[in-house]
Nanobody, 127 residues
Framework: QVELKESGGGSVQTGGSLRLSCEAPAFVVGRWCMGWFRQAPGKEREAVASLEPGGVGTYADSVKGRFTIAKDNGDTILYLHMSNLRPDDTATYYC?????????????????????WGKGTLVTVSS
């Protein structure tokens, strides 16, 4: 069982920034497909960004240009740098890991295909 642990959530005002972190085993980050997902109250979980082992990131249209997915040099932490936050970014954010082919899937398919999940960290953006 792969253990993932998110941190870095909090409350910010519109236009603010946050950096989320996801601690993972060293054999996961850098070798698997890693993703950030979010779920707002009353809504389905959606993909935010994914990172291939080679370092190529893919983003949902709603966050392009504002969010950046990255990993540390030690391949043990996955980050999500979020800037210019908006109230509709309010959600619980989850880190997930899975086989590399998942990064090639349409982002609408990803939430149901990833098998390893963290417990989430809450991000609240106020206007």
């Amino acid at each position: 069982q792969v253990e993932l642990k998110e941190s870095g959530g909090g409350s910010v005002q519109t236009g603010g920034s946050l950096r989320l972190s996801c601690e993972a085993p060293a054999f996961v980050v850098g070798r698997w497909c890693m993703g950030w997902f979010r779920q707002a109250p009353g809504k389905e979980r959606e993909a935010v960004a994914s990172l291939e082992p080679g370092g190529v990131g893919t983003y949902a249209d709603s966050v392009k240009g504002r969010f950046t997915i990255a990993k540390d040099n030690g391949d043990t932490i996955l980050y999500l740098h979020m800037s210019n936050l908006r109230p509709d970014d309010t959600a619980t954010y989850y880190c997930a890991a899975g086989p590399t082919f998942l990064c090639a899937l349409d982002m609408s398919e990803q939430p149901r295909r990833f098998g390893a999940w963290g417990k989430g960290t809450l991000v609240t953006v106020s206007s």
